[in-house]
């Protein structure tokens, strides 16, 4: 089956403090697509990457970094040098074949406050 | 900009009405997507569609109905609202290709008292 946890359910820090939000995943098809996506306050969800099975390669985009790792099931997400603005729930998910359909998996969310 | 359009932000009805949350996407999207989103759930899958007047079940789907009649239109109806339907409810779109990003309206959320 597929399963994505985000165990943190709730992190606090202050401004400009690094942070990493935790996402492991269980699925046994040998090819899958990770995601991670951002929703502030206003509701949307904001796509913020996207990560197939057989690149491993971490990723760095400004502040955000991405760290995937095959051997613990793992896609981790962390903010360098947070800012308030960063405050926002962070979902990741898991793409796999479902009931004969692809379909997207979400971890339960990890609420990110950045205190000033 | 992909764009997806959620009829209402708040709704507020009463129990046994028959509720209908309206969904628009203006990329020529393929596939369409409702999720509820439930604190320590997460979001959870309630139906999803693929192509016009196709529609498949998600993880659940009880209480709930769909109808996606043009491709830019996908609707979630619930037959008769119940208290547990009060939710947040997330409507997305994705291209026909396989794992490409949904792209997500700012959702309703839905009070049944």
């Known amino acids: 089956a597929q399963k994505v946890t985000q165990a943190q359910t709730e992190i606090s820090v202050v401004e400009k403090e690094d942070v990493t939000l935790d996402c492991v995943y269980e699925?046994?098809?040998?090819?899958?697509?990770l995601f991670w996506y951002k929703q502030p306050p206003s509701g949307e969800l904001v796509f913020l990457i996207r990560?197939?099975?057989?690149?491993?390669q971490n990723e760095i985009s400004g502040r955000y970094s991405w760290n995937f790792q095959k051997s613990t099931s793992s896609f981790n997400f962390t903010i360098t040098a947070s800012q308030v603005v960063d405050s926002a729930v962070y979902f990741c998910?898991?793409?796999?074949?479902?009931?004969?359909?692809?379909?997207?998996?979400f971890g339960q969310g990890t609420r990110l406050t950045i205190n000033p | 900009d992909v764009k997806v359009t959620q009829s209402s932000r708040y709704l507020v009805k009463r129990t046994g009405e028959k509720v209908f949350l309206e969904c628009v996407q203006d990329m020529d999207h393929e596939n369409m997507f409702w999720y509820r989103q439930d604190p320590g759930l997460g979001l959870r899958l309630i139906y999803f569609s693929y192509d016009v007047k196709m529609k498949e079940k998600g993880d659940i789907p009880e209480g709930y109905s769909v109808s996606r009649e043009k491709k830019e239109r996908f609707s979630l109806i619930l037959e008769s609202a119940s208290t547990n339907q009060t939710s947040m409810y997330l409507c997305a779109s994705s291209p026909g290709q396989g794992n490409s990003p949904l792209h997500f309206g700012n959702g309703t959320r839905l009070t049944v008292t």
């Open positions: 990560r197939n099975s057989f690149d491993e």
């Open positions: 998910a898991l793409s796999g074949w479902i009931q004969g359909a692809q379909k997207l998996v």
């Open positions: 699925t046994r098809d040998t090819t899958y697509y």
